[in-house]
């Protein structure tokens, strides 16, 4: 079993081995959250994302992992899969390897965004197909503008800190309630209960 968890992966090294469609569709999820990218790859069989840090158009080789804090083996080679494990196990990086769920420790994740808020589902890497099948219908019925929400509530926080009050015990849910309905809530004191 999981634990679902988000990870702050801007400006650290991730390593990606393999670059056909599933590699680069991994390499651009990377990119998109600031990681610092390096592929390796006997050829490049898929358009890369802009942003690619480094590519290595060649074989896996030992010792090619070092540094990175998250690892994806996208090779379709179960040989090579084979010792990207082995070295990512040593190292005790996250490792995914790509359509082998039992030698991952972390798996993607079919995800929505809307600013700051991430809706993202998880079939435990049972079915992909499933759970984005099951994020496009959450995100089908989810109400628009939550990412603006979400930057006024964080705001909110801040003043709230910023004066030193504590933001625990507010009516975070009854102003969220409001929202949804249309009310005009404007500041702090509208979270009082």
């Not at 019925?141 to 933001?167: C, I, K, V, Y």
């Not at 015990?169 to 309630?177: H, S, V």
Request: glycine share 10%.
């Amino acid at each position: 079993m999981m634990l679902p968890v988000a990870l702050d992966l801007a400006g650290r090294p991730v390593t990606v081995i393999g670059a056909g469609a599933v590699g680069a569709r991994k390499v651009a999820q990377l990119i998109e959250v600031g990681a610092v990218v390096t592929v390796i790859a006997e050829a490049v069989r898929a358009p890369l994302p802009s942003g690619v840090a480094t590519v290595r158009v060649r074989r896996y080789q030992p010792g090619d992992l070092a540094g990175a804090v998250l690892v994806v083996a996208a090779t379709g080679d179960p040989a090579v899969d084979d010792e990207i494990v082995v070295e990512a196990t040593s190292r005790g990086q996250l490792l995914n390897v790509v359509d082998d769920p039992s030698r991952c420790s972390f798996y993607f994740t079919a995800l929505h965004r809307d600013g700051d808020v991430v809706v993202s589902v998880s079939t435990s890497g049972s079915s992909p197909a499933l759970a984005s099948w099951l994020r496009d219908r959450i995100a089908a019925n989810l109400p628009r503008g939550l990412g603006a929400l979400a930057s006024q509530l964080a705001a909110l926080r801040e003043a709230r800190h910023r004066d030193g009050a504590s933001t625990e015990g507010l009516a975070w849910r009854n102003w969220i309630d409001a929202w949804s309905r249309g009310d005009v809530l404007t500041g702090p004191d509208d979270l009082e209960t």
